[in-house]
């Protein structure tokens, strides 16, 4: 007690030495004191320990998961990406396939001539009025005579009563 600055009297001592003679057999039990004062310091660093390694793996595994977030928008957006580029060239291809087959104005006018010929069945250059008929019924368009009638005077221009292969090809062209 001296060598840590302190002067006690024989009889404070004494009360110290009664202290910690806990069951009263004039033995004192300082050693269990110190035990349990060491095993209580051993608790507190071991606690500090876990908690200390516990921050450390959650801090980790939150370090973990941010990293499988991140991989995960990534390749959320490549994909997004290569199927955004995919459908343009699939689009892209279509439309040129589907022009490579479209015709050219005079490409069609080619054809509505050549179609005309084939209609104009007595070669006069003309179509009369049961010709047009008979091609329109031929083509799936029953019409009466009033009804093939009505579209002779809606081709036939010039009013010469029949349909000329110009006339033709231009009320066509028009439509389509």
Aim: aromatic share 4%; glycine share 4%.
């Amino acid at each position: 007690m001296r060598a840590l600055g302190q002067n006690p009297t024989q009889k404070e001592l004494q009360d110290l030495m009664d202290k910690a003679d806990v069951d009263e057999d004039d033995e004192t039990k300082v050693v269990v004191v110190v035990v349990v004062e060491v095993v209580v310091v051993v608790v507190v660093v071991v606690v500090v320990v876990v908690v200390v390694v516990v921050v450390v793996v959650v801090v980790e595994i939150i370090g973990i998961i941010v990293v499988i977030v991140v991989v995960v928008v990534v390749v959320v957006v490549v994909v997004v990406v290569v199927v955004v580029v995919v459908v343009v060239v699939v689009v892209v291809i279509a439309v040129k396939v589907i022009n490579s087959f479209a015709l050219s104005p005079k490409d069609v006018e080619i054809q509505l001539r050549q179609a005309f010929l084939v209609f104009d069945r007595d070669k006069s250059g003309s179509l009369n009025l049961s010709e047009l008929r008979e091609v329109l019924c031929g083509m799936g368009e029953p019409l009466t005579q009033d009804e093939a009638s009505y579209v002779l005077k809606k081709i036939d221009k010039n009013n010469d009563g029949v349909v000329d292969a110009e006339e033709f090809v231009q009320f066509l062209c028009k439509i389509v």
